[in-house]
């Protein structure tokens, strides 16, 4: 079996320039953030004061710009370090990523095939099986293209009726959020912690949504039982094959 491992690097641009920001350059600047120590960070990157000071270095000339203010401390010590307004905007920056990261980590992987592009809607119809979804055009994208779409457990919605744009969707496709409104059945259920992990298959596709705990006792789902799932055509994300 092939394992992939990827790290996780944050290209930063600043006026034109860039440096791309590796996992152990963003935790240094974090530890620094919260100890307002290079020292400290240093021992908790289990790196040499040495190379953190390389680190800043590379960073700072890269993006010409400070990213760390030190102050000195008097005749008993006591100078600490901090990060400057830009280095405080990177760090932020690189947070965001990583929250988004975290959320749609748990994702819904199908290999699907364009069959239609509709340039005046703006929007591409996907085939997986005997299921079609319709997602927003991407020019880079022709009829015949193998994707992998990608849409995250948290993006599906779970309801025992159509959901109720709908029945506007049919009618005015173009100005509904909501694209694509699916009947299937509850094959699994599965509790992670304080959510239930619901299994629905649809046309022979399975598709994941995790829903919490209230709201499986409110649909009172169980296996077998049928449902109608929903999310708009913008969560859907796709790779080419």
């Given at each position: ?155 599906i919605s779970i309801t025992l009726k159509p959901h109720k744009s709908s029945v506007y969707k049919a009618l005015n496709p173009q100005n509904s959020s909501i694209r694509n409104v699916l009947e ?58």
């Amino acid at each position: 079996m092939t394992e992939v491992k990827a790290g996780v690097e944050y290209k930063i641009n600043v006026d034109g320039n860039s440096f791309l920001l590796d996992e152990k350059k963003y935790n240094l600047l974090t530890y620094i953030n919260e100890n307002e120590s290079i020292t400290e960070a240093a021992k908790l990157c289990k790196i040499s004061y040495r190379t953190a000071l390389n680190y800043i270095d590379k960073i700072e000339s890269s993006l010409d710009i400070a990213i760390v203010n030190t102050k000195k401390g008097g005749s008993g010590g006591g100078g600490s370090t901090t990060l400057t307004e830009e280095g405080q905007l990177i760090l932020k920056e690189c947070k965001k990523i990583n929250a988004i990261i975290e959320l749609h980590k748990e994702t819904n992987e199908l290999e699907a095939e364009i069959v239609n592009i509709n340039k005046e809607k703006k929007d591409m119809t996907l085939k997986i099986k005997d299921l079609e979804l319709t997602i927003p055009l991407n020019k880079n994208y022709s009829i015949g293209d193998k994707i992998l779409a990608l849409i995250s457990y948290d993006n599906i919605s779970i309801t025992l009726k159509p959901h109720k744009s709908s029945v506007y969707k049919a009618l005015n496709p173009q100005n509904s959020s909501i694209r694509n409104v699916l009947e299937g059945t509850v094959t699994e259920l599965k509790l992670n912690d304080e959510t239930v992990r619901v299994r629905i298959t649809v046309s022979g596709v399975d598709i994941y949504a995790d829903i919490s705990l209230s709201a499986l006792k409110d649909l009172n789902l169980e296996l077998g039982k049928e449902v109608f799932i929903s999310f708009k055509a913008l969560s859907v994300a796709t790779l080419k094959l």
